[in-house]
């Protein structure tokens, strides 16, 4: 470590900035945001800088430096364009003992303005270490998406409380096991859902005298996408990472799997067709059963777990059982596997409707409203179709859709697997009887998807990415 991080009370404390350009503009915003009182000297000023002379935030002198300048203040930064000018006031400073910075000019400074991620009362400092101030901001701004502005909140509900909470619990153990479930549980996501009196009335309930012999879990129903890491939201990765127990479905890539907690115990309940690891009734009484136990339970589902994910039915049961549950949406296979396949679900010219149905209903059968399917100037997406594909290209043709009509099947959309095969609803089965994809395979039947020749963007990788096989675990058959 070359440099020593440190946080200093700035507020209500002198502070020079020497220089009046766009730079210098930039470090009194950062020691105003501080609370420090900020003198300005320089001949001129940029156009922000004046404005916050006129609204009374700074003082400013119109004048070159002196040195009698640096007498009396905390801190100083040199932004002039004149490296001589700096130097000299690096060299007064230190000399004095007083922290100095001195723009583009690493070796005279005795301190650096580090790129900040304000969360207030939260704040997080990147350095470099004086080496790439680039750098620095580019990890700011990966922090900047992966910190919510809630947090902030979180840390000054958290700080009302302190008193009451040690108070409250005597041991220190037991003070600990408190805050990680209000940091890292359901009061935390309702501080960052903007749920204020929610997420009070949760702290209040951990407050009370029973709350560790209650001490229930949450269930978190996340959409983990159609195979890409990258589509995963930041929320959801949030909540994946502090869950305890993952309970997961077959249509989970590997990699999205991998980004759970290493410690949290995974619990896998796949179905593929004809074969279910558990019943879904099973696994609705094992959410419920875990989250009695006082487990944060992650239920991660590809896809979308509101679009054919049977999402609905598991939420009924916690909300039946009195268990508190979050439900994440995902981009749902149809979204992903058509974008990536280069296929636009809608398209004036083409479509101005888009219908997304099931391919195998709850009985097995294949009984949908055929003709409402038919209507022309429409997309319709098939999930877990594969299996009834000669079915479904009968009754299509059978109520009218012509055998020209282009289909797509999109085979293991987003991952390193995807392969798109196109044709007509009169030809596609025989390019499928030669070559079978491999589930998960989504249809798509309409005219965009004579777009795919013009807009095929994706190239899948040669090798999976993410440093593990983007494999899907199971399959839509």
């Known amino acids: ?57 700074l003082v400013h002198q119109a ?29 007064l400073a230190q000399a004095a003992d007083i922290p100095v910075n001195v723009v583009d000019d690493p070796e005279s400074c005795t301190f650096i303005l580090p ?43 958290s700080g009302r409380y302190r008193d009451r909470v040690k108070e409250r619990f005597q041991e220190p153990a037991f003070r600990r096991r408190f805050w990680d479930r209000v940091l890292q549980g359901a009061v935390a996501e309702r501080v960052l859902a903007g749920q204020m009196q929610e997420a009070e009335a949760l702290i209040e309930q951990e407050l009370a005298p029973d709350a560790l012999e209650r001490d229930i879990g949450e269930v978190y129903l996340v959409g983990a996408g159609p195979g890409d890491p990258d589509l995963i939201t930041f929320r959801a990765l949030r909540l994946m990472q502090q869950a305890d127990v993952v309970v997961y479905d077959r249509l989970v890539a590997t990699p999205i799997l991998n980004m759970t907690r290493r410690d949290a115990q995974r619990i896998y309940v796949g179905k593929q067709r004809n074969h279910h690891a558990l019943r879904q009734e099973e696994i609705n009484r094992l959410l419920v059963d875990l989250a009695k136990d006082g487990h944060r339970v992650l239920r991660l589902k590809g896809g979308d777990p509101f679009i054919f994910g049977r999402g609905g039915e598991e939420i009924d049961t916690l909300a039946a059982e009195g268990i508190p549950f979050q439900v994440i949406p995902g981009i749902t296979a149809a979204s992903g596997c058509a974008a990536y396949a280069g296929i636009p679900l809608t398209h004036r010219d083409y479509a101005q409707s888009v219908i997304f149905v099931t391919g195998h209903l709850k009985d097995g059968t294949i009984d949908l409203n055929w003709p409402a399917l038919a209507q022309p100037h429409q997309t319709v997406v098939f999930y877990m179709g594969l299996a009834g594909l000669p079915i479904i290209v009968e009754r299509l043709m059978a109520h009218g859709v012509p055998p020209d009509m282009p289909i797509a099947l999109v085979q293991q959309g987003t991952t390193h697997l995807q392969k798109v095969y196109t044709g007509t609803l009169a030809t596609i089965w ?48």
């Open 1 to 57: 470590m070359d440099l020593l991080p440190l946080f200093l009370e700035m507020r209500h404390r002198p502070c020079l900035v020497v220089g009046g350009g766009a730079t210098a503009a930039r470090k009194v915003s950062t020691l105003l945001r501080a609370g420090a009182t900020v003198t300005v000297i320089a001949p001129e000023l940029a156009p922000e800088l004046v404005r916050r002379v006129q609204a009374g935030e």
């Open 63 to 91: 004048r070159p430096f002196m040195t009698e300048d640096i007498q009396g203040q905390r801190l100083i930064i040199a932004a002039t364009n004149d490296r001589a000018v700096n130097r000299r006031i690096a060299e």
């Open 430 to 477: 025989d390019q499928v009887a030669a070559d079978p994809p491999i589930p998960p395979t989504l249809l798509i039947v309409g005219e965009v998807v004579r777009l795919r020749d013009k807009l095929n963007w994706y190239q899948p990788p040669d090798e999976p990415v993410h440093g593990a096989t983007t494999e899907i675990l199971g399959s839509e058959s």
């Open 115 to 157: 790129s900040i991620v304000d969360r207030s009362p939260v704040t997080v400092a990147i350095s470099s270490g004086k080496t790439s101030p680039v750098l620095a901001r580019l990890l700011r701004t990966r922090l900047e998406a992966l910190i919510p502005a809630g947090y902030g909140r979180l840390a000054e509900l």
